[in-house]
């Protein structure tokens, strides 16, 4: 079975650009989280998506957003991108049992 | 104040030495997960836990609900250990609230 699986692995962008990262969660999985971790920091919630639906949002500027397809994979678009978006995206999916939470490798986001 | 505190917030070990990591939450959970994020930014859940303990190899985990407290215990630690461990309650709505994370260093 895959594992949740994210792209790009690592992007540097210019601030002021935009951003699409992307997640697809294992197979069957309808729950995908976004979560920042920036260096030495713990991981801050951004979204949460399930059965195509936004169900909660972090606290964070609108220009941050996502969604999800009908196939449960998911993309997180960040806008007008700041030196401090530099960071780990985390993306996770939660088993249909709600046992257990898996998360992908991350993309690695650095804004210069 | 957060949802969910650990301690130590850096914790050295030496190999062979017996660990503890606590967690204390405040908000009602259906379950607490114990998560594993080694350098590189990798996660993996160790355990789900809604009541009493599980024990994996040379991990252990109990939660206390009444004191909205947890423990992940490390026995016979060793350098491969080091790792920052996260502790995660889910409410019962699926939410997630996340603790900072304990970084451990086993030195051999």
């Known amino acids: 079975e895959a594992g949740v699986t994210q792209s790009p692995t690592h992007l540097i962008k210019t601030r002021g650009q935009q951003v699409t990262l992307r997640c697809s969660p294992i197979s069957g999985h309808t729950s995908v989280y976004w979560y920042q971790q920036a260096l030495g920091l713990g991981l801050q919630f951004l979204l949460w998506?399930?059965?195509?639906?936004?169900?909660n949002r972090g606290n964070f500027p609108p220009r941050f957003s996502g969604r999800q397809f009908p196939n449960y994979s998911s993309e997180l678009n960040v806008n007008a991108l700041e030196l401090e978006d530099s960071a780990l995206y985390l993306c996770?999916?939660?088993?249909?049992?709600?046992?257990?939470?898996?998360f992908g490798e991350g993309s690695w986001l650095t804004v210069v | 104040k957060n949802e969910v505190e650990q301690s130590p917030q850096n914790l050295t070990a030496q190999e062979g030495e017996f660990i503890t990591i606590n967690c204390s939450y405040s908000v009602g959970i259906s379950a607490l997960h114990w998560l594993q994020q080694h350098p590189g930014g990798g996660i993996v859940s160790l355990f789900m836990l809604s009541s009493g303990k599980k024990k994996h190899g040379r991990l252990i985990a109990t939660i206390n609900i009444q004191e909205k407290h947890s423990s992940l215990h490390i026995t016979a630690s060793h350098p491969r250990d080091s790792a920052v461990y996260i502790c995660a309650v889910r409410s019962g709505g699926n939410q997630f609230y996340f603790g900072t994370g304990t970084s451990l260093t086993v030195i051999p």
């Open positions: 998506y399930d059965e195509g639906e936004e169900r």
């Open positions: 996770a999916s939660l088993s249909r049992s709600w046992a257990t939470i898996y």
